[in-house]
Structures are given as structure tokens and as C-alpha cells.
């Protein structure tokens, strides 16, 4: 599966984006998908998930409350509705896919820039 995340940008603390991510070369339905994050000088981090069904969803501790992963109504795309945005939020952010069954995401693509200034 190929992915390919946007939606990144400028913001300011307190503000919002909303990341998109758009799937091809699989069946979308087959896979959970998950956001990810990477921050200057720090090892990538997970961010959310949303299973296959789009039944279930889980958060880090650091973002629940604040952010929330949806399965779009346009095909073979997931979101990431992030509000409420603090300046440790500064990251690259990338989606993922893992295959239903496995432990392994695959997919990652060139993530999107979140810029969050104080």
C-alpha cells in the first residue's frame, strides 16, 4: 500500500489542522491506519490509530482530547483532526497501514510538516 499524508502547515499555540491520507495500491479496508509523529532530534512516536472497521480508535496520552483519527467517506482516505495545537505538537507526521493479522506497519511515505509556534 502506498500513502501519502498533507494537511501540514503554520500554526499558531491553540489553533487547528486537519491531516489527510490518502491510500492507494491495497485494500483499505483490510488495514488498520495509524498517524505517527517525528519531532526535531527525537525517535517517532506514535500518535493514533483507527482500526479497519473504523470501529475503534486509540490516542497517545499526549494528543487525546485534543485530536481525533477518522476514516474518511472519501475512499481510501483517513484524517486527523488535530485542535487545541501546543508547540511541542511540532513534528513531521506520517501515516502508516498494518495489514489485518500483522504487527508491522508498512506504507510510511513522506509525512507532512506540523509547525506550531507559540
Known amino acids: 500500500v502506498q500513502l501519502q499524508a498533507s494537511g501540514g502547515g503554520l500554526v499558531q499555540a491553540g489553533g487547528s489542522l486537519r491531516l489527510s491520507c490518502a491510500a492507494s495500491?491495497?485494500?483499505?479496508?483490510?488495514?488498520?491506519m495509524g498517524w505517527f509523529r517525528q519531532a526535531p532530534g527525537k525517535e517517532r512516536e506514535f500518535v493514533a490509530h483507527?482500526?479497519?472497521?473504523?470501529?475503534?480508535?486509540s490516542y497517545a496520552d499526549s494528543v487525546k482530547g485534543r485530536f481525533t483519527i477518522s476514516r474518511g467517506s472519501v475512499k481510501n482516505t483517513v484524517f486527523m483532526q488535530m485542535n487545541d495545537l501546543k508547540p511541542e505538537d511540532t513534528a513531521v507526521y506520517y501515516c502508516?497501514?498494518?495489514?489485518?493479522?500483522?504487527?508491522?506497519?508498512?506504507?510510511w511515505g513522506q509525512g507532512t510538516l506540523v509547525t506550531v509556534s507559540s
Open positions: 502508516a497501514a498494518r495489514l489485518i493479522g500483522r504487527s508491522r506497519y508498512e506504507g
Open positions: 495500491g491495497g485494500t483499505f479496508s483490510n488495514y488498520l
Open positions: 483507527i482500526t479497519a472497521t473504523g470501529g475503534s480508535t
